[in-house]
């Protein structure tokens, strides 16, 4: 579990800013990092006091991130968003 406000802060924070780099919506990082609309605000918002390690992993994910590369002191520049197959285009 990460706690305490400074981590929580940078949690919030590079999900922002990472989010607003790639023109994203709450709503879709949310969809992306399998969570919902609401958690993420709450996230971002600092509502949160505590977030799990693998929450802030699924974050990460959707930026094709590691979690060190996440929280890392200064902005990641190879994140990118994971993109999503439709589900009408998987084949079952």
């Known amino acids: 579990m990460i706690a305490g406000v400074n981590s929580v ?3 919030a924070q590079r999900s922002r800013e ?8 709450q709503q879709e ?10 958690f993420l ?3 971002e918002s ?3 006091k505590e ?3 693998s929450t802030v992993e699924r974050i990460a994910r959707a930026f094709s991130l ?3 590369e996440f ?3 200064t902005l990641p520049t190879k994140s990118k968003p994971v993109r999503k197959v439709a589900s009408s285009r998987v084949h079952k």
């Not at 949310?30 to 609401?38: I, N, R």
């Open 9 to 11: 802060e940078r949690v």
């Open 18 to 25: 990472l989010r607003q780099k790639h023109g994203m919506t």
């Open 29 to 38: 990082l949310a969809e992306l990092a399998d969570m919902s609309e609401k």
């Open 41 to 43: 605000q709450q996230i």
């Open 46 to 48: 600092c509502r949160k």
């Open 51 to 53: 977030i799990w390690v």
């Open 66 to 68: 590691e979690a060190h």
């Open 71 to 73: 929280l890392a002191p």
